[in-house]
């Protein structure tokens, strides 16, 4: 099993910067991708941002050139850099990973979610 604690959410003027932690911990063979996600009220959750084991990031087209996914293989954490925030970043973010279970079976787990709120 794997478990995601985040941290970093908060409320920000419209222009300013958060960044995002997911720490993953507990028992697998490996982690591959590693993702942030978003839903506002009444959306659906949507992509942001994903990195693979390898360091390969793509990124959602409303924050690309804005937001930075990355992480630290050694602690198994990833980080989302969110600049020039705006009112529309408003949502829960979920970070996601794809990790391999001792058993060698691929499975995502989900984080708690935290609350990103940019008032204008």
């Known amino acids: 099993q794997v478990r995601l604690v985040e941290s970093g959410g908060g409320l920000v003027q419209a222009g300013g910067s958060l960044r995002l932690s997911c720490a993953a911990s507990?028992?697998?063979?490996?982690?591959?991708?590693m993702g942030w996600y978003r839903q506002a009220p009444g959306k659906q959750r949507e992509l942001v941002a994903v990195i693979t084991s390898g360091g390969s990031t793509n990124y959602a087209d409303s924050v690309r050139g804005r937001f930075a996914i990355s992480r630290d293989n050694a602690k198994n954490t990833e980080y989302l850099q969110m600049n020039s925030l705006k009112p529309e970043d408003t949502a829960v973010y979920y970070c996601n990973t794809r990790a391999v279970t001792l058993q060698f079976q691929e499975a995502d787990y989900w984080g708690q979610g935290t609350q990103v709120t940019v008032s204008s």
């Open positions: 507990g028992t697998f063979f490996r982690i591959n991708d």
